[in-house]
């Protein structure tokens, strides 16, 4: 951790006032690290509503397991997970997916000793696994303090006032690693807790007037000034 006292201070005040908002999220949902790991895939770009349908055809059908997507023909996986939309693509990325657990027999705890930065390459190198669902994989899955960064994320503190320097996937996973404590515990809540108040208040449309978070924000997104916290403008 490299980043500045106050807004170390600050990261920590939003988390405890969200936490204190909505209590523990429990996250990830998921039975199985498998089944975390095909919810990571399918969430993108789809409602999480959706992402349940189909992960239930594929525990209904008995599919939801490394092997059992290996084994199956592309068409009928993508029936499965339609629901969750780009079903061929994600049929694809699924495979992809197994192929890779295939490497290390389907056995999670082959890659327990792999060091996190290793860890996120080889999952970046799988077909369909960008940033995003990479750290979630490796935060919720691996239990590695590994920062999730989304457009919850980005929207919730752009409104905030706080951004980093660059405003790419890297400057905004900086600005909450270089500034906050590596628990996993504290960033797999803060993730959750940030989503949760994507989705219910600071939406779009954000419900300023219910919002914990108010006393620290404008509560106005067209108004909010964003704060430079240093490094190359
Ligand atoms: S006050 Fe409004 S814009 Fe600010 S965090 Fe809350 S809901 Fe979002």
Redesign the pocket.
């Known amino acids: 951790m490299t980043g500045k006292p106050e807004l170390r201070r600050e990261l920590i005040g939003i988390h405890n006032k969200l936490l204190a908002c909505y209590g523990v999220q429990h996250w990830w949902p998921g039975e199985t690290p498998f089944e975390i790991m095909v919810g990571a895939i399918l969430t993108q770009s789809a409602a999480w509503g959706n992402v349940e349908k189909a992960i239930t055809n594929l525990k209904s059908a008995g599919k939801l397991s490394p092997s059992a997507i290996r084994d199956m023909p592309m068409v009928d996986l993508a029936k499965m997970v339609y629901p969750s939309g780009y079903y061929n693509a994600k049929a694809r990325k699924l495979k992809a997916l197994a192929e890779w657990l295939g490497k290390y027999k389907d056995d999670l705890s082959r890659l327990d000793r792999s060091p996190t930065v290793d860890l996120r390459q080889e999952l970046l190198e799988i077909y369909g696994v960008g940033p995003e669902t990479s750290d979630a994989i490796l935060l919720y899955v691996f239990k590695r303090p590994v920062f999730v960064i989304d457009a919850y994320t980005r929207?919730?503190f752009r409104?905030?006032g706080v951004e980093p320097p660059v405003d790419n996937y890297d400057g905004w996973q900086a600005l909450f690693m270089d500034n906050l404590p590596h628990e996993f515990e504290l960033f797999a809540e803060y993730h959750a807790l940030i989503v949760k108040?994507g989705k219910d208040?600071?939406?779009k449309s954000?419900?300023?007037?219910?919002?914990?978070?108010?006393n620290?924000?404008?509560?106005?997104?067209s108004a909010?000034k964003p704060v430079h916290l240093g490094g190359p403008t």
């Not at 419900?207 to 914990?212: D, H, K, M, P, V």
Request: aromatic share 0%.
């Open positions: 929207r919730l409104r905030l108040h208040i600071c939406r954000p419900q300023c007037t219910e919002c914990c978070l108010s620290e924000c404008s509560g106005k997104p909010t």
